[in-house]
């Protein structure tokens, strides 16, 4: 079965531009949810998705938001993009959430000039 | 904060050692996951174990958790150079909803 794509796979922005990801679970996986990936910061959770309802969320600030479809695709959002946020974006989906496995995309990898 | 701490942050060994990896974490789970994360991409699951679990095999991987000393190692035998990556250990920590928060790492290095 196909895994989780994750579009696209690379993005340079200008700050204070705004920036959409998108990410594709494997078929049947209600739960979905986001990582922030930096050298310094290591693995960061974002949110979670799961069945169109936000479960869970991390500690980021209001620009970093995110949706899910009735199909279980995703969507993060980042609002007045800092130099800071630049950072490979990390898609993960499982059947059921965080105490089943995870299988992740290859990531978004974002720069922000 | 983070909830797993890996030890050590990197690693270097010839290939066809041996190589093991410790995780600490700080509260009750119920199960412990090892993921590997090769340069710049996505990570992939290797192995979740259970609390209820001591040890546990796949292949060449070997893991062990001993929830009294809430800690947890990897062991790779017989490390090829494909093994070179970033070795994560995740648990699950309750705040609000349950969440998989992940350690720093340990960055391996199999040297042929």
């Known amino acids: 079965k196909a895994g989780v794509t994750q579009t696209p796979r690379y993005l340079i922005k200008t700050r204070g531009q705004q920036v959409t990801l998108s990410c594709s679970p494997i078929s049947g996986h209600r739960s979905v949810s986001w990582y922030q990936q930096t050298p310094g910061q290591g693995l960061q959770f974002l949110f979670e998705y799961f069945s169109e309802t936000q479960r869970n969320k991390g500690n980021f600030p209001g620009r970093f938001s995110g949706r899910q479809f009735s199909n279980s695709r995703s969507e993060m959002n980042v609002s007045t993009l800092e130099l800071g946020d630049s950072a490979l974006y990390l898609c993960a989906s499982s059947l059921r959430g965080a105490n089943t496995e995870a299988f992740f995309g290859q990531g978004t990898r974002l720069t922000v000039v | 904060s983070q909830q797993g701490e890996e030890d050590p942050q990197a690693l270097s060994i010839q290939e066809g050692e041996n190589a093991t990896m410790n995780c600490s974490y700080k509260?009750?789970?119920?199960?412990l996951q090892w993921y590997r994360q090769n340069s710049g991409r996505g990570l992939v699951h290797l192995i979740l174990?259970?609390?209820?679990?001591r040890e546990k095999h796949s292949g060449r991987l070997r893991v062990t958790l001993d929830t009294s000393k809430k800690s947890s190692s990897l062991l790779i035998t017989a490390s090829r150079a494909a093994d070179t990556a970033s070795y994560f250990c995740?648990?699950?920590?309750?705040?609000?909803?349950?969440?998989?928060?992940f350690g720093q790492g340990t960055r391996l290095t199999i040297n042929p």
């Open positions: 995740a648990t699950v920590v309750f705040q609000g909803a349950q969440k998989l928060v």
């Open positions: 509260t009750s789970i119920n199960n």
């Open positions: 174990i259970r609390s209820n679990e």
